[in-house]
């Protein structure tokens, strides 16, 4: 169907459309308003629309409606009159914008605007009939060739919200209790594994009474003590480092890329500023997982000998860019990270805990390397 003036269907071609439009809600192609008027279906279709998608609207789950040139809603779904909770009737001929938060009203106004030579598409705040205040996207895009209606799609944020306040909650959790178990560690374990130095150095003394394989045992116990200290020491700052807490993220940054250098052999170049000084807690602590996760991303998938970490700032952002020269993430790989959805554990965890921060991830990929940059404000 192209896009001139709507038009009538027959019925055999509504049968067509109608497995057409099955296949559009599954593909997510959603082109076309129908507003059924007494004279029958008026089919309004998006500016370079190809396939008739018209009676999806009525099905969809997103709320979905069409305004006129002065933003009057003259078609709404069932699913916006059920998200609204209100009659068809009343939020038919009402303004959108008598709908919105009032701290929204410029965004509407900017999105409405942009919409007029493309697309556009934002998070508003939308009142319903109880009074409640809720989360939403709006989608915006011109229906006509003459820009007369905008078509508007309007999706509720809620559940979504409620997802990403645990995720957060999750993760602070999770904050706290790797500093307990890091803390445990040292204090406790770290004791007793002294101790246990301590009788065996007794007995390592009177090594001169024991047999040759008696006093070979002792050194062998000295020696794997001495072992297992180092191990739970490293573990414990792993997961939490004092240094962070003592002497702030360069310094624990630095120490984590050491230790990382000698497990991995991937060499590491860390450029910090050195004025960068402290900043809050829950920044630093992100800073420095995000850094964690793509090193052990480049040693697990990468194939790289080398890495950079750099750490800059640029009017009131830091930006932190891990870069390697690996193989590249595959393109299938990269379309899914740009899923919050489906980008793998470790990126959601990053994602979430910019997105705590106001902050953003970006992802470039190569097939000569990998630069996963870190965005976040800073007063």
């Known amino acids: 169907m192209s896009n001139e003036t709507p038009e009538f269907l027959p019925s055999a071609q509504m049968l067509e459309e109608a497995e057409q439009t099955l296949h559009a809600i599954r593909n997510g192609a959603v082109d076309a308003f129908v507003i059924e008027e007494p004279e029958g279906h008026r089919v309004y279709t998006l500016e370079g629309s ?75 705040r939308l009142r319903l009939a109880d009074g409640s205040v809720i989360s939403a ?83 062998d116990n000295v020696a794997l003590v001495e072992q297992v200290s180092r191990e739970i020491r490293t573990i414990s700052h792993l997961l939490h480092p004092p240094l962070l807490d003592i002497a702030g993220l360069a310094s624990a940054l630095r120490w984590y890329v050491d230790g990382f250098s000698q497990r991995s052999n991937i060499k590491v170049n860390v450029e910090i500023p050195a004025d960068l000084g402290r900043l809050p807690a829950e920044m630093e602590i992100a800073v420095f997982r995000i850094v964690q996760e793509c090193l052990t991303n480049i040693h697990r998938h990468s ?42 554990v470790g990126f959601a965890g990053m994602r979430e805990r910019l997105r705590r921060l106001g902050g953003t991830l970006q992802i470039e990929s190569k097939e000569n390397g990998t630069v996963v940059s870190a965005i976040l404000k800073v007063a």
């Open 303 to 344: 194939g790289s000998e080398s890495a950079a970490i750099r750490l800059f700032q640029e009017g009131d952002r830091l930006i932190v860019q891990v870069q390697d020269n690996g193989k590249g993430i595959p393109e299938e790989k990269q379309r899914q990270l740009i899923d919050l959805d489906r980008g793998g």
């Open 50 to 124: 190809d396939l008739p998608h018209s009676s999806l609207v009525e099905r969809m789950q997103q709320g979905a409606a069409m305004l006129d040139a002065q933003g009057c809603i003259v078609y709404c779904n069932p699913s916006l009159v059920r998200l609204l909770g209100m009659p068809r009737e009343t939020v038919t001929g009402s303004i959108l914008q008598y709908y919105l938060a009032e701290d929204d009203q410029a965004l509407y106004q900017k999105l409405l605007d942009t919409a007029q030579t493309g697309y556009s598409e934002g998070e508003m």
């Open 137 to 219: 996207s709006f989608s915006f895009s011109v229906l006509t060739r003459d820009k007369s209606a905008t078509g508007v799609l309007i999706t509720d944020l809620t559940s979504q919200k409620q997802q990403m306040d645990f995720a957060s909650r999750l993760q602070t959790m999770q904050d706290e209790e790797r500093r307990r178990i890091a803390r445990e560690l040292h204090d406790s374990v770290g004791q007793l594994l002294a101790a246990i130095g301590m009788n065996i150095s007794v007995v390592q003394a009177q090594a001169h009474k024991l047999d040759a394989r008696a006093a070979g045992a002792v050194a």
